[in-house]
């Protein structure tokens, strides 16, 4: 028998992650974001994203190890050397993200889809200014909007 999950967006690896509830009503501030900066490969996007409110919460977006996306209350870190395979940076801004035109706007809703054997999959936050998409793609962090 497969243990069932308490709820349908708890990741069986990492859990159930910070809830993205806690999003609606806060201003968004300001946006951290992690970089792989390497020779080897051209860059496609952040690995991470951290959504910074009016209440100095922070918001971790990335994806899991198994595909899931993970939403944690989570503050960001340092980048380090990754050695050959370059370094990972962060960067204290919204651009290349689809969140640099809502930044100064209130998260209006948040909507998650899930996948019974991996949890959430997928995050849209609401601005009255739009919404982002977030999601995973052969193990990648994707944002659209």
């Known amino acids: ?30 946006i951290v974001t992690s970089w792989l900066v ?10 991470d994203v951290w959504l910074i409110d009016d209440l100095d919460g922070s918001t971790r977006i990335t994806a899991g190890s198994d595909w899931c996306l993970l939403v944690a209350a989570e503050a960001p870190g340092e980048g380090w050397d990754l050695g050959i395979w370059g370094r990972l940076e962060l960067r204290e801004s919204a651009a290349g993200t689809p969140f640099e035109r809502h930044v100064g706007t209130r998260v209006g809703a948040v909507r998650e889809r899930w996948d019974p054997a991996t949890g959430r999959v997928a995050l849209e936050v609401g601005f009255p200014t739009g919404s982002v998409h977030a999601d995973t793609w052969k193990g990648d962090l994707r944002l659209s909007g």
């Open 1 to 30: 028998m497969t243990p069932t999950s308490p709820h349908p967006s708890t990741c069986p690896v990492h859990g159930p992650g910070g809830d993205p509830d806690a999003l609606v009503g806060r201003r968004l501030d300001r």
């Open 38 to 47: 390497s020779e080897r490969e051209p860059d496609v996007g952040p690995i």
